[in-house]
């Protein structure tokens, strides 16, 4: 289970903007694809957002697309998840996650996750 740690999280109004980072090490940003996973209550878990290793290739969920961006920045070991136009509907527990490049579109065969961070957007 590799180490990760999120912060960023918080409670925006509809129509504002939060920036996720997560924090893991060096070896899991060097090998790794990363990503996002959201989880709302009484809701399954599911991908927001992912990148690969290279940071050349990225995956969005069809309801972020055009609205959430992910990032990572090898040389501080970080992920990023910048996110704008907030919804109600995105209010979840944001997890930052890492695992092996996926055979499909989603990127990230997801195997660790860190402890999450709350983000709440009011209608």
């Known amino acids: 289970q590799v180490q990760l740690a999120e912060s960023g999280g918080g409670l925006v109004q509809a129509g504002g903007s939060l920036r996720l980072s997560c924090r893991g090490p060096?070896?899991?940003?060097?090998?790794?694809?990363m990503g996002w996973l959201r989880q709302a209550p009484g809701a399954e878990r599911e991908l927001v957002a992912a990148?690969?290793?290279?940071?050349?290739?990225?995956y969005y969920l069809d309801s972020v697309k055009g609205r959430f961006t992910i990032s990572r920045d090898k040389a501080t070991n970080t992920l990023y998840l910048e996110m704008s136009r907030l919804k109600p509907e995105d209010t979840a527990v944001y997890y930052c996650?890492?695992?092996?490049?996926?055979?499909?579109?989603?990127?990230?065969?997801?195997?660790?996750w860190g402890q999450g961070t709350q983000v709440t957007v009011s209608s």
């Open positions: 060096g070896s899991t940003f060097s090998l790794y694809a």
């Open positions: 996650a890492a695992g092996p490049p996926a055979i499909d579109n989603t990127l990230i065969d997801v195997r660790s």
């Open positions: 990148i690969s290793w290279t940071g050349e290739n990225t």
